[in-house]
C-alpha cells in the first residue's frame, strides 16, 4: 500500500505539476496521512472491468464500505447504471489526456445513497516506468441528492 500511495502522489504531480498533499515524513507517514486526508481519494487498476485498490477513510465512508469491500469492487459500480456512458466517456477522456479537472457527476454508495461530487480531478497512475497501471480520483465537494 506504500508504494500505491507513492505512486498516487507521483502521478498526480507528473500530471497536474501540482503536489496532491503537501507533506514531509517516511513513506509509512505519508501513506497514513494520505489516507486521512480530508478529501475523498479512489483508485482502481487497469483489469478489463477494473476494480478499486485504493480509498482513503472519506472514500470508504462517502461510500459506506469497509477497506476489503472496497478493494474487491469494480469501480463501475461507484455510479449508477444509468450514469455509467458519462462514467466511461470521463475515463476514456482521461486515459488519452492524462488528467481532467473540474470534473462532476452523480454517484452512489453501497446503501443506494445518491450523490454528487464536485470538483474533481481524475488522472491516469503511472508506475516506476512510467507505464499507466490505473487511475486516481480526488474529490474536495460532494453533497447527497
Known sequence: MILHTQRLLRSYQYWTGETLLDVQGTPEAI???????????????????????????????????????????????????MAQEDRNRLLAETEAKGFVRNYQGVR??????????QDALIWNLLDEDNQRCGQAAVCYKHRFL
Not at 59 to 66: M, N, Q, V
Not at 108 to 117: K, M, N, Q
Open 31 to 81: 501513506a497514513e496521512v494520505l489516507f486521512y486526508a480530508p478529501f475523498v481519494l479512489v483508485s482502481h487498476g487497469i483489469e478489463p472491468d477494473p476494480i478499486l485498490n485504493y480509498g482513503n477513510q472519506k472514500a470508504l465512508e462517502l461510500w459506506e464500505l469497509t477497506w476489503e469491500e472496497l478493494t474487491q469492487m469494480p469501480s463501475r459500480k461507484t455510479a449508477e447504471p
Open 108 to 117: 452512489i454508495s453501497s446503501s443506494g445513497r445518491r450523490f454528487l461530487i
